[in-house]
């Protein structure tokens, strides 16, 4: 369960397990080729703002509407699911008849 949260709206989703990611993090990472031949990976580290939270389920119309009020906008919402609670904003929004798409894209983990 997931739950949604922006000035005065608030939808609850029930998460396609299979489909969503709520856990995927990427490294803040460069590579550079050498004149050798070989490479050089450079780590500055990993942080929550660089992840995407993707969510996917089928809702109903009304919560299909409450989120593209959201995704058109709201640049500060709270995201609350099983790996923490997160504010940010929607990327991306994909809607087609009850099934939703969303890319939300953390800007900090509050807990």
Known sequence: MISMTSSGINVLIDEDLDKSKLGDQTA???RVATLDGGGVLIHS???HTDRTIKVMAVVPAA???SLQTMFTS???IR???RDGYFSGAIQRY???NGSIEIDFW???KIA
């Open 28 to 30: 803040r990472m460069s």
């Open 63 to 65: 919560d299909e509407q």
């Open 94 to 96: 994909n809607h087609d």
């Open 106 to 108: 953390p800007t900090a």
């Open 79 to 81: 995201l609350a699911c």
């Open 74 to 76: 709201e640049t500060d």
């Open 45 to 47: 580290g990993v942080s």
